[in-house]
Nanobody, 122 residues
Framework: QVQLVESGGGLVQAGGSLRLSCAAS????????MGWFRQAPGKDREFVAG???????TRYADSEGRFTVSRDNVQNTVSLEMNRLTPEDTAVYYC????????????????WGQGAQVTVSS
């Protein structure tokens, strides 16, 4: 079992930045790839960013380089730095864990946090 707890959501103006954190407990954190997903009202949950168990490799849905995912395998945390936010980034953001490999499929992730609301005002 892996327990995940997100923090750092909130309200920000368009063009601003936010940093989300996810604290993990339970089974060996370093065995899991970590992903960030988001779900806006009325939309499917979608992949945002992922990082391999060692932290050596990352993957992003956004091609403009606005988001940065990182992890600390000593502190058992994963973070998502979000810059140049737009109202279209408004959603509940979730961290998720998948054993071994980054996956963009929500269904393939085994463990989920409770979510953090991010609201970007225009």
């Amino acid at each position: 079992q892996v327990q995940l707890v997100e923090s750092g959501g909130g309200l920000v103006q368009a063009g601003g930045s936010l940093r989300l954190s996810c604290a993990a407990s339970g089974r060996a954190f370093s065995e899991y790839a970590m992903g960030w997903f988001r779900q806006a009202p009325g939309k499917d949950r979608e992949f945002v960013a992922g990082i391999t168990p060692s932290g050596a490799n990352t993957r992003y849905a956004d091609s403009e380089g606005r988001f940065t995912v990182s992890r600390d395998n000593v502190q058992n945390t994963v973070s998502l730095e979000m810059n140049r936010l737009t109202p279209e980034d408004t959603a509940v953001y979730y961290c998720a864990a998948s054993l071994g490999f980054v996956t963009t499929s929500p269904q393939a992730n085994e463990y989920w946090g409770q979510g953090a609301q991010v609201t970007v005002s225009s």
